[in-house]
Every structure is written in C-alpha cells, then in structure tokens.
C-alpha cells in the first residue's frame, strides 16, 4: 500500500433492542500525514466487553484507548511487532484495573485491530469480534475465532454441523483482561489492493447476518450506507446484542501516482473450488476405468493392438490420478497444518464466500421497507416523510428500469429514515412506560 491510497471509512456502534448498556466500543486513528503513516499506518479498532454493564463498558473502552495509544507511542519498527504489544499492554491495564477493584474481577473484552500501513494490511487479534477483507467477488474473514465452537472444530472433536447445533456460541475462550498475559494473534501483512475493503465488526453483527450478507453490503454501498445497513437488519431480526461496524475502503491511486506497485499475487480460494476439482477428479477416474474396461474386452475379442493400448493407456492414467490425489491431499493437509499450532499463514484466509450480486436480497429489503412503512403509519412513528418519500420512489422506479445497484443504495437508504423514527418511537415507549404511569391510587379509610 501507498501514502498515495485514499482510504474510505465509516463507523457505528449501536447498542441493540435488548441490551440497556453499549459495551462496545471503536477506535480509528487515520494519519494526518506521511511521515506518521509510514511509520505505523492508518487504525482501525473494535472491543466488545464482557463482564456485565459498566463493567464491560470500561473493559472495552480501555481497550479502545490503549491499544492506539500505545501503538502510535512506539518507536518506528516492524508493525506486527509493535501492534502485538500494543494489545498486550492493554492487556495488562484491564487484568491490573479487574485485580485492584473486587467488582471488576475477570472483566474482559476481545480485541479486533487492522493497520493499513506500508507494510500492507496488518491485523491484531484476541476473541470473537472478526475482520473482513471484500475483495472483487469474494469475502474473506482474516480472523480466527478464539470461541468454543471454533476451537471444537479446529480439535477435529466435532463437525462443524454439530457444534453449531450443540453448542453454545457466545462462549469465547480468550479476551484481554481476565488473564495477566494473553496470547495475540498477529495476521498479515496482507497485500492491499486498490478496490479492497475491509469489516471489522463485533459478534452482534454476525449473529444475525450472513458472511455473503455482510460482503454484499460492504461491496456494493459506500461505507456509511453500508455500516448504517448491516446495523439497521441485525436489529429487525433481533438486535439480541451490541453491534459495532468499521467499514474502511482503499480507493485508486490519483493519476499522478499511477506507476503502482505490481499487483499481489492472488490468493488461493481456499475450500471455494474443492468441490469443482473433486469433480474433475472423479470425472477422470471414470473416464480411465471405462479406457481400461473397453480395452479389456477388445483384447477378450482378439482385437489385440488396440485393446493393450486402451487397457495400458487407462491404467497409466489412473495411476497418475491416484498419484495426483495423494499429493494434492498432502498439500491441503500442510495448508491446515496451520491451525494446530496458531501460526499465521499469510496467503491464507481462514473462511472465504463467493459474492454475487443477489437481487433476492434486494426482494428481501423492498418486502422490509414496505412493512416498515406500514408500522410507521400505524403505529404513527416520527418520520421525515417528505425525504423518505422522495429516496423511496426514486428507488422504485430504479428497481422498475433494472438498476438494481442504484434501487440496492436508495432502498438501503429509505430503510435508515424509517429504523430512525422506529428508535425514537421504542425511546418514547420506554420513557412513557418509566414515567407516565401516574401515582399509585390511595386506598381511602372506611
């Protein structure tokens, strides 16, 4: 990455329809110049506390506070180097504040960093908040859950079928805090490419949408729609939690800086095509028996020549396939490898989705616009019509001419006008509830 990259971002932090406390917090430090940019780059932070109320409020913001504090404290160095401590030093402030105060013993928070810097995309992990990485048509999550349904699958004790059915997912098994030291992940430095953008946001996020949800909406709107609409939908189905987004794009280089840098060498597709090669495979397998079947009965048929070239040339083909299979499934074997022993392997993500424009989706947020619009009438919802309005027939009217990119922004967009009197309405239901009841009615002496 360059000086030169224009950087993009938008951030949100939202605390849910049934949480009274936000205990997440976020952190972005953008460099205001080059000399500070090359020395540690742009930053970009999410914390999401544990340990109950005000408890898991402080861990995260002590969190949100050090770790950038520290980070651009430091001397000029390696920035892996200098982001792992970063994070460690945070570690100790919250695990030394939870000790001194009998309160605040074992509060914790995870951690999710992501420098954009010189050296390419560095990130700084601990627990179960994720960064993203959505590049051309596909969504990466750079981040290892550090969570029991992770660990479970990594251990190979449990399909990953059965632990998402069995087991609890809310249960992390590493965060700063509880422990004096903490074991940080460091991945990267991924090679930034112009165009790439990057999410990082905390579980209550991802409990409620999908990854090809979050790459869809990360890809195709700017990062403040984006950020305002994976906030808007984890509430309408649920907003069983805090949810916090960053949402950080790198854009082209000006014209005057277009001699750039080569292109990084694409990663692998990880899982993506195993399935397709699989095929191939088996395809090729077929293809040789029925070489060796065929020839077998040509020489039963005395069709001697043609029959040993057709059995001796199938075989040798299956021999290959065998030979190819063994190898590849050794390779896949090094490349998992990684998981065992917490090692970063740069190139490698540790999920990936293919991402295609999805105009159900886009189905998906008409049907929720309209029934929000019916709410709001009904339940007479402080609204800025008129603005909504004006977006809401724009975006029909895209949708009737097959712009669907630009009905995807607008409906996105009359959504947002709609959830915010939806706030103020739910707002007004709790301070009405708290507050009118009216004074309790006297019993009166006989």
């Known amino acids: 990455m360059r000086w030169e990259h224009p950087v993009q971002f938008a951030s949100q932090s939202d605390v849910g329809f049934r949480r009274r406390n936000n205990e997440d917090s976020i952190s972005v430090r953008i460099c205001k110049d080059q000399e500070s940019w090359r020395d540690h780059g742009h930053f970009f932070l999410v914390a999401d506390g544990m340990g109950g109320h005000a408890v898991g409020e402080l861990a995260s913001k002590m969190a949100s506070e050090t770790v950038p504090h520290t980070f651009f404290k430091n001397k000029p160095g390696p920035v892996a180097k200098s982001l792992k401590s970063a994070i460690e030093v945070a570690n100790q402030a919250i695990n030394e504040r939870g000790m001194a105060n009998r309160e605040f013993m074992r509060m914790g928070t995870t951690c999710s960093s992501l420098c954009l810097c010189a050296e390419g995309a560095v990130i700084g992990h601990v627990g179960d908040s994720r960064v993203y990485r959505v590049r051309e048509n596909r969504i990466d999550q750079l981040t290892f859950d550090h969570s029991l349904q992770w660990e479970l699958i990594r251990q190979g004790r449990m399909r990953p079928e059965e632990v998402y059915l069995n087991e609890p997912r809310n ?189 159900d989706f886009l189905q998906y947020l008409t049907t929720m616009e309209s029934e929000l619009q019916r709410a709001a009438m009904e339940e007479e919802w402080t609204i800025e019509w008129s603005a909504h309005n004006k977006i809401y027939y724009e975006a029909k009217e895209e949708l009737e001419k097959k712009k669907y990119l630009q009905a995807f922004r607008d409906f996105s967009r009359a959504i947002d006008i709609l959830m915010t009197g939806l706030h103020s309405y739910r707002k007004e239901m709790v301070h009405q509830a708290r507050w009118k009841k009216g004074p309790p009615t006297a019993s009166q002496d006989d």
Not at 323 to 334: D, G, I, Y
């Open 171 to 359: 249960v992390i098994t590493r965060s700063l805090g509880p422990e004096p030291v903490v074991k940080v992940d460091i991945e990267g430095p991924y090679p930034v490419m112009a165009g790439d953008c990057y999410i990082l946001c905390s579980d209550g996020l991802t409990s409620h949408l999908k990854d090809e949800e979050i790459g869809m909406i990360a890809k195709y709107l700017d990062p403040r729609d984006a950020c305002r609409l994976m906030i808007n939908l984890a509430n309408l189905r649920g907003g069983s939690d805090n949810i916090s987004v960053v949402v950080v794009r790198v854009g082209e280089l000006p014209d005057g800086n277009l001699s750039q840098v080569k292109p990084p060498e694409p990663e692998p597709d990880l899982e993506l095509d195993k399935g397709y090669s699989d095929w191939l495979w088996l395809a090729g397998v077929w293809g040789a028996s029925l070489m060796v079947a065929t020839g077998i009965l040509m020489w039963i048929l005395t069709k001697f020549d043609k029959g040993e070239f057709l059995t001796f040339g199938g075989m040798s083909l299956l021999v290959m396939l065998l030979v190819r299979k063994v190898f590849a499934q050794r390779e896949s074997n090094q490349r998992e490898a990684y998981l065992d022993t917490n090692k970063t392997v740069e190139w490698k993500p540790y999920r990936s989705e293919r991402l295609k424009f999805n105009t």
